[in-house]
């Protein structure tokens, strides 16, 4: 491994040392070549791309970006038809290492976070995988503000960037830890931090809703309850309603108000066990509008994983870096993802008895959903109270292209390894794309193959990944 020595516990110093060596290597090739990017088309992958784009512009690099859902081979096979000097992936490439190695004779670098097995290459790759660094730590983003940062100091004014990235891949639990604690104190001349509900929606949706839909915290009576959320918030007697009878955002209450809300959220948890685990950092951009899913850093990245969903991969990177047109243009994508989240819903609630069965729930939603969609339904099946906590989530979609995507997840915070679980499924069926963490991972597979891996995950024994 370039630049480490091999140790039982690395520090923040080392991950740096592994970002600097790889700056290096970078720094000596030459300004004239033309880099291609390939990221993911995730919050993170386009966090990612945006750092790098802004990066590689301002040192006068000429490059193209090409933002997809996975690696394989067809993504591989067009690539070599390219011309293009330097390869960049970011937040993915580390399970194709050597096929990438074999197929392009060219300087490469892979900026990443997800699990890889590592071997001997001439890859450049940095990866906090490689120093043992918690997941929670440092996102593909981060890896990539580190390489823009190290590369010129006047990259720290994308820090928020990065933590918008580690937002979109669950690493903020109230706060950030590891370098994420670093890249925020760089982050903080854009972004303001504050202690307040840490509910989700605060911004944009109305208060009923944003407590209806809050599974954590969990609010007896009013969560996953649209009469109980109206009856709660309408007995506090809190000015909630504006003059049209409509309620109001969270950030239109007044401070009055949201004590008196926050304290009848408390007694209403008094059986729960940490009643007032109700407040969090708030993470907010100084210099965007209240009330805009652009304000919070929580809202933002769920708006950059909608427009990635629906593969509007380059208007990601725009209102990342906070192009006005793009953002205008992102709030209607994210119209046409809420209105299509309330479809998959539905068809789950109505389908969701058919899934269940001793420990695991494989919703097999065929052409139903898309498999676009299918990721961040098994995410919110996981975080709501459907199912007991560690219970296998293993969702289906059919794809265009006559193949099935495959999302799988643990409910509940369980340390089990779904993704040596799935790996394992797949292994068993023949050689598909398959990886990501260990509590969320995807595969996809030909259509061929459908029962067969539903047979071959049903079977797996559970303990061995606990
Ligand atoms: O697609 P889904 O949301 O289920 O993916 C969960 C995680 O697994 C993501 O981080 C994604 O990048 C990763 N993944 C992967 N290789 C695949 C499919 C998903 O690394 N073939």
Redesign the pocket.
């Known amino acids: 491994m370039i630049g480490l020595t091999k140790k039982e516990k690395y520090t923040n110093l080392d991950f740096l040392n592994l970002v600097s060596d790889a700056v290096n290597k970078f720094k000596f090739l030459n300004k004239n070549s033309f880099i291609k990017i390939i990221a ?1 088309i ?1 919050c993170d992958g386009l966090s990612s791309t945006s750092i790098i784009v802004k990066a590689l512009e301002r040192e006068d690099f000429k490059f193209s970006v090409r933002n997809v ?2 690696i394989d081979n067809n993504v591989l096979d067009e690539l070599e038809k390219e011309e293009f000097d330097i390869l960049f992936f970011l ?2 490439g580390g ?1 194709y290492i050597k096929e990438i190695e074999n197929r392009f004779k060219k300087p490469t670098f892979i900026l990443d976070h ?1 699990k890889f097995e590592h071997s001997e290459t001439n890859i450049t790759i940095i990866n906090p995988i490689m120093l043992n660094l918690d997941y929670r730590e440092i996102s593909s983003s981060g890896v990539c503000y580190l390489f823009a940062k190290c590369l010129n100091e006047k990259n720290k004014d994308l820090a928020y960037i990065a933590l918008m990235g580690a937002v979109g ?1 669950m690493q903020e639990k109230n706060g950030f830890i590891g370098l994420n604690s670093l890249i925020l104190e760089d982050a903080k001349e854009k972004l303001d931090v504050s202690i307040g509900p840490r509910f989700f929606g605060i911004q944009t949706r109305p208060i009923n809703k944003v407590l209806e839909y809050s599974t954590d915290p969990f609010i007896p009576n009013v969560s996953g309850s649209e009469e109980g959320a109206i009856k709660f918030l309408d007995e506090l007697n809190i000015d909630v309603r504006d003059n049209y009878g409509n309620f109001k955002k969270l950030i239109d209450l007044s401070q009055d108000d949201v004590k008196k809300l926050t304290s009848g959220i408390i007694l209403n948890r008094l059986n729960q066990e940490n009643p007032e685990d109700i407040f969090g950092n708030l993470y907010t951009l100084k210099e965007e509008a209240l009330g805009t899913p652009m304000k919070d850093l929580k809202e933002f990245s769920t708006l950059l994983n909608a427009v990635g969903r629906f593969g509007k991969g380059s208007l990601g990177v725009s209102i990342c870096l906070r192009n006005e047109d793009a953002k205008k243009e992102a709030l209607g994508v994210l119209s046409s993802y809420k209105i299509e989240l309330i479809d998959i819903l539905k068809w789950f609630n109505e389908n969701k008895d058919q899934f269940f069965s001793e420990g695991i729930a494989i919703i097999n939603a065929k052409d139903s959903i898309k498999d676009s969609m ?2 961040t339904l ?2 919110i099946v996981t975080k709501s109270n459907v199912y007991d906590p560690g219970t296998i989530v293993v969702a289906l979609a059919h794809t265009e292209e006559d193949e099935i ?1 495959i ?2 997840r643990v409910a509940g915070n369980i340390d089990i390894d779904v993704r040596g679980m799935l790996k394992e499924s797949i292994a068993g069926i023949g050689d598909y ?5 260990k509590t ?5 597979i030909p259509k061929s193959k459908e029962e067969e891996f539903i047979k071959a995950i049903s079977n797996i024994s559970y303990e061995k990944w606990q």
């Open positions: 993911h995730d859902k996975q937040d993915l399970e997800h891949d299918i990721g098994a995410s995507k999302s799988c794309p398959c990886g990501g963490h969320a991972c995807g595969a996809l």
